[in-house]
């Protein structure tokens, strides 16, 4: 059995449309005028137990109120979501007791209150029996190094150190599914080496599922086997990383400097171009080995160096976010 | 019961978290320490001058001003311990700060007014306790047991109703989106209906204070009751149980908006 | 000078996106002015005049009151403390304008707003319930305005040099709340000062409160003679002349403050 199940989800906002000039505020006063935006239009997937899926999308895709949706702040306008065989929409605190949420751009802490303090207040809300807290706690400690934080007012804390804090926070009550959204938002490299090895470490030792909205592909590369692309309320792509970038972009560069200048061709492989004693190729991945042109080239001129490129994530992305849209 | 308890160690750590937060801010707790009573002794200065003037408000005199003075100021700081949640709820309704909400496996409005207990309100409560003392010795109250129980009911009663209109008036920001400032909107129009006898007014105002916006429940009614005075509304006994009564259906009539609200409640989406 | 108007005009735009703040606004101030218009109505019962006003005056009084109070609008001090406590004071004071003119700008928004949404339409309701609050006479209407207007510029600067001078508080809400419920009461806009014993009417006519709301009400509702009110005004314009001063000193000292030491 799936542990989300989400089908033909679709979320409307009403909002007030802001009128232009000292006229059109007035007007608002009296008659205000209302619009229909559509955030979430027609999404469905499905996920099983222990994955890491990355949730992504250009901004203003529908991204966090999928999120919101499947955590239960939001209703959906139609369309069913299920966790855990649940449906947040029924039964809210069945559904998030075995839930965990962080959201990269708003802390789920008490400002005023000591990180510790903010974990015994979660810890009673919760439920948590001592020993699986204390067991938990552990854990979090070790991997997010919490005991030099836990005694700092939450405000105090730097946006790395506030993330670990809420990471450990959802933590907590052994959740078997987690929603982050945005987790690395703002982080410097440390941090996000941090949160994306407490994202590893979770998912390896508890099988947690997670779904994880991000604008960092570096994100995407470390951890998620599968990737939910969306745009404009709509998925567009639903697989692994390796099939979308076979898809694509199913070829790779071979960049090769020679002793002297070469022009040496093949069948299999486009010449990119040919400066001086640099030769860069192009070939599908499908119709030769990269192993196979080096060992062609090779026995036809003395090679110096030699160097593979993928083609990069972001514009195998922005490609994808591009190809999902309707104009 | 045992999620009574459950609910009950939530409060009561949050109310010792709140204790604490509040001490971080020391010279902050001593402020309010400072100015909350002021606009009390402003309140107490008021009636004591307009008194010495004109002698009897309708028929009170100095001693059971205070005394009804009293028990709306008590109530009043009850209700900022309680309720001052509502009073920016507009805000955090816009903001999205209830999300947080809606993420824990506990009611929502408990979390909402329990989880996050206002120990500053003690600012308020300690010059309360200290007008009411002082009404209660001025008018010689008697504290039979019939009397406290009474007593008990209206000023259980008036924190309710206190509470359940100011989080009646939070809850319209769930549809309008917009926020309004509940306790400008409220401190001045509490007074006014309880400082002074209502029974002063107009027909035509009493009623709007008794019905539309019950406020002269808060101290007026019951305490025209326990000093036999004659109000709009003329019954043999039981005054402070009505306003208890009012209170709970008020209370409970602004859990339903609250409960509603949040089935509106869209939150600020990115 | 194009820039204040600009903002005072977004200021006016700001508001209006709070429609249902509005609204209430409006419905609360009415009720409370009806409260506080058969308050004194109820008081005076059979009394025909105290301390030289009579019942109808003394509702005049109040009615007048808060419509001054809807205009009195001070923006300027929650504007202060939220950059003081936001820190943005420090690039807010390198901006090629006035910050106080422009926070000046913003409340003259407030006050065209509000005399739209909050001061006509309290004004008819006030109609409806008590009748014209009738000044005692033409000449009296006039001083009346010249009043308000030093009373307004009085209340402004008091309250801009106020915020300036509490900068180094730590919490501004508890100063902020004393200053409040002292203007409140020592400025005669709740009860008129005559009600109070005399040690202290005495001594509160030696400071500012009294002419932001007590003074301009004193002489719409005919309590002076026009020689008096020319001497009132005269008053009011030496506490306005001297507040500006101590204001302009407040605003010299904070603006080296933030400069020194980065806000």
Redo the contacts between chains.
């Keep these: 059995m799936p542990v989300i199940e989400v089908k033909h989800l679709k979320k409307q906002?009403k909002s007030?449309r802001?009128q232009k000039?000292?006229k059109g505020?007035?007007k608002?006063?009296f008659r205000?005028e209302k619009k229909i935006v559509t955030?979430v239009d027609d999404i469905s997937f499905s996920i099983e137990r222990g994955e890491i899926v990355g949730y992504i999308g250009p901004n203003g895709a529908g991204k966090?109120?999928t999120v919101?949706m499947m955590?239960?702040?939001?209703?959906p306008t139609s369309g069913e979501i299920l966790v855990n065989g649940i449906s947040p929409v029924k039964d809210?605190?069945?559904v998030?007791?075995h839930?965990g949420?962080v959201?990269g751009?708003?802390t789920?802490l008490?400002w005023?209150?000591r990180l510790g303090?903010s974990f015994?207040?979660?810890k009673?809300?919760?439920?948590v029996p001592d020993e699986v807290y204390s067991e938990n706690m552990a854990m979090m400690d070790e991997i997010l190094d919490l005991k030099s934080i836990v005694d700092t007012?939450v405000r105090q804390l730097s946006l790395g150190q506030r993330m670990r804090g809420d990471l450990a926070a959802a933590m907590l009550h052994s959740p078997d599914v987690l929603f982050l959204d945005e987790p690395t938002i703002g982080l410097d490299v440390d941090a996000k080496h941090a949160i994306r090895r407490f994202i590893k470490e979770i998912n390896e030792t508890r099988k947690t599922t997670i779904i994880l909205t991000t604008h960092d592909l570096g994100d995407i590369q470390e951890l998620c086997k599968r990737i939910i692309i969306i745009n404009k309320g709509v998925v567009i792509e639903d697989g692994s990383l390796d099939e979308l970038i076979d898809r694509i972009a199913p070829y790779r560069q071979l960049v090769i400097d020679f002793y002297t200048e070469q022009h040496i061709e093949h069948p299999n492989a486009e010449i990119v171009s040919c400066e001086g004693s640099r030769t860069v190729y192009r070939f599908m991945k499908n119709e030769i080995s990269a192993a196979a042109l080096i060992e062609y080239i090779g026995g036809k001129a003395k090679i110096k160096d030699i160097r593979l490129e993928e083609a990069s994530i972001d514009d195998i992305i922005r490609v994808a976010y591009s190809g999902g849209s309707t104009e | 019961m045992k999620k009574f308890r459950h609910y009950m160690s939530v409060a009561a750590l949050s109310f010792r978290l709140s204790m604490q937060a509040c001490m971080e801010y020391p010279a902050a707790f001593v402020g309010w320490l400072i100015s909350n009573p002021i606009q009390f002794l402003v309140g107490f200065a008021t009636i004591k001058f307009v008194v010495e003037e004109f002698e009897t408000l309708a028929d009170w005199n100095f001693k059971e001003l205070a005394f009804l003075y009293g028990m709306s100021v008590l109530t009043h700081g009850l209700s900022v311990i309680f309720f001052t949640k509502t009073w920016y709820m507009g805000w955090d309704i816009i903001h999205g700060e209830l999300d947080r909400l809606r993420l824990r496996p506990m009611n929502t409005l408990f979390q909402f007014l329990a989880g996050d207990l206002n120990f500053y309100g003690i600012t308020d409560l300690i010059p309360g306790l200290i007008l009411f003392i002082y009404g209660c010795i001025s008018v010689d109250f008697r504290w039979t047991f019939s009397n406290t129980i009474c007593m008990i009911c209206a000023l259980i009663g008036g924190t309710l109703i206190r509470g359940a209109l100011y989080l009646m008036f939070g809850c319209t920001t769930f549809w309008t989106r917009s926020p309004i400032n509940i306790s400008g909107f409220f401190q001045e129009l509490f007074n006014r209906t309880n400082m002074y006898p209502l029974s002063m007014y107009p027909r035509a105002v009493q009623f709007v204070f008794t019905f539309i916006l019950p406020m002269s429940w808060v101290a007026f009614y019951p305490a025209s009751e326990f000093m036999d005075k004659e109000s709009m509304i003329t019954l043999p006994y039981g005054m402070a149980f009505i306003t208890l009564g009012i209170g709970a259906v008020l209370f409970v009539i602004s859990c339903k908006i609250f409960r509603a609200g949040f089935r509106q409640y869209e939150s600020a989406g990115s | 000078m194009k820039a204040y108007i600009y903002v005072a005009k977004m200021r006016i735009q700001t508001m209006m996106a709070y429609r249902v703040h509005v609204w209430t606004f409006l419905i609360m101030q009415c009720l409370l002015m009806a409260a506080v218009g058969f308050f004194w109505r109820a008081v005076y019962g059979g009394t025909e005049a105290a301390h030289g006003v009579s019942g109808d005056m003394m509702i005049t009084y109040t009615v007048v009151s808060m419509l001054m109070s809807s205009l009195y609008y001070m923006g300027v001090e929650d504007r202060i403390a939220d950059a003081v406590k936001s820190g943005s004071i420090a690039t807010d004071m390198i901006k090629p304008i006035n910050l106080f003119t422009l926070y000046f700008a913003e409340d003259i928004g407030n006050i065209i707003f509000n005399l739209f949404f909050s001061t006509i339409p309290m004004f008819i309701v006030a109609l409806i319930i008590f009748g014209l609050p009738v000044p005692a006479s033409t000449e009296h209407f006039w001083l009346f305005l010249a009043s308000f207007v030093l009373g307004y510029g009085i209340n402004w600067t008091f309250s801009a040099t106020f915020a300036l001078l509490a900068f180094s508080a730590i919490d501004l809400g508890p100063v902020f709340s004393i200053k409040y419920h002292f203007v409140n009461m020592l400025s005669g806009s709740i009860i008129p000062l005559w009600f109070f014993p005399e040690w202290l009417r005495n001594a509160l006519y030696f400071l500012p409160f009294v002419y932001m709301y007590q003074e301009p009400l004193s002489i719409y509702i005919g309590k002076y003679t026009p020689e008096e009110c020319l001497i009132k005004l005269g008053i009011q314009a030496v506490w306005f002349a001297g507040l500006m001063v101590v204001f302009a000193f407040a605003q010299n000292r904070a603006t080296r403050r933030v400069l020194v030491q980065g806000g």
Excluded: M
Excluded at chain 1, 71 to 75: C, D, F, H, M
Excluded at chain 1, 124 to 127: E, K, T, W
């Design positions: 906002f007030v802001k000039g000292l505020a007035v608002g006063l205000p955030a966090s109120t919101k955590s239960g702040i939001l209703r809210r605190k069945a998030v007791k839930l949420v959201f751009q708003r789920q008490y005023d209150l303090e015994e207040l979660l009673r809300i919760y439920d007012p």
